[in-house]
């Protein structure tokens, strides 16, 4: 067998008037992501992860925010097209660990349902799925609520 590990990192900026979509799910917020298409900056780190672990470029290339095609477009299909990509190429999830830094909303509820709606999409066992949140404790522009950052690594193998 042969492993191969990808990091992904994304970021989007708080503002009032926008949605706050994090792990394909719609979270009630005073204030949501700010992006070309949904925001989830979630999906869009384990987007990047998977593509580096297969050296398939990233997001950007991809999906690029100039494009019409992906404006406001629902990141669960990004994420499902990373993933044709990622298996086209012969490669299949091992696991996903993603953190989130965000100072508010507590996302500790949310979890579950971010877990078994990336497990859905990925089309693997929710086992393989592990989301985490963190605040900064007030530090950096996360504390300071003008953003969330995610940070996520997945182990992806080739398949005989």
């Not at 999906?43 to 925010?65: S, T, V, Y």
């Not at 629902?74 to 012969?90: N, Q």
């Not at 696991?95 to 990925?122: F, H, W």
Request: glycine share 8%; with cysteine.
């Amino acid at each position: 067998m042969s492993y191969r590990t990808g990091l992904g990192y994304d970021v989007h900026q708080l503002a009032e008037g926008e949605t706050l979509w994090l792990g394909g799910i719609l979270i009630p917020h005073d204030k949501g992501l700010v992006a070309h298409s949904d925001g989830d900056v979630l999906l869009h780190a384990i987007c990047d992860a998977l593509l580096g672990a297969a050296k398939l470029r990233d997001i950007g290339f991809h999906f690029p925010d100039t494009s019409a095609e992906f404006k406001n477009i629902d990141s669960k299909i990004l994420l499902a097209e990373t993933y044709r990509l990622v298996t086209e190429k012969g490669f299949r999830l091992v696991n996903l660990d993603a953190t989130i830094s965000a100072q508010r909303p507590k996302l500790k509820d949310y979890i579950p349902r971010m877990e078994e709606t990336i497990a859905r999409v990925l089309k693997v066992d929710a086992e393989a799925i592990n989301i985490k949140a963190t605040t900064t404790e007030k530090l950096g522009f996360e504390g300071r609520e003008e953003g969330i950052s995610v940070q996520a690594v997945v182990l992806i193998e080739k398949i005989d």
